[in-house]
């Protein structure tokens, strides 16, 4: 049981550190405003277009892009994590898996 622990444990460190590594990008719908971010949920650049203009605009534009980066570390996390769990557990949750859906 402990090793399971401990083995999870370590699991989760690489994973943190490879999703350091990750980087994706959002952009507003335009792609005037776009937004890199490390799968670990940290911003690593803002690329503005010279055509966009006002302030206003840039701001929405900066917020849609943000949430769209971080939509896409979340899922790239949720990949890492997924296949950490096969590992750990090979043979799946088995019939416990349909105990938490609707």
Known sequence: MFGKLTEAKQKAEEIKQRLEQVSVMGQSADGAVRVVVSGSRRILDILISEETTSAE?????????????????????????AEIAKELMPGGLGSLAGMFKK
């Open 57 to 81: 605009m840039q701001k929405t534009q900066l917020i849609e892009a943000i949430n769209h980066a971080l939509e896409q570390a979340d899922k790239v996390a949720e990949a890492e994590m």
